[in-house]
């Protein structure tokens, strides 16, 4: 299971911008990402990986 980050703005080297400290922004959506990535592990234990990625991966409204 991966939690996405995102593509480097500009040219900034991939290494850089995954080490980098987070911005307030992200520090702030942190805790509903890390209780979304909680919530998609236990349906990925409970319900396997098609049933978790279909829940997942799919446009929400």
Do not use: N
């Not at 805790?31 to 409970?46: F, G, I, M, Q, Y």
């Amino acid at each position: 299971m991966r939690i996405g980050i995102g593509r480097p703005p500009g040219r900034q080297d991939a290494a850089d911008f995954v080490l980098s400290p987070f911005s307030k922004a992200e520090r702030e959506q942190l805790p509903s990402l890390l209780s979304d990535a909680a919530d998609a592990a236990e349906d990925l234990v409970r319900e396997g990986l098609l049933a978790a990625q279909q829940r997942w991966h799919s446009p929400r409204a």
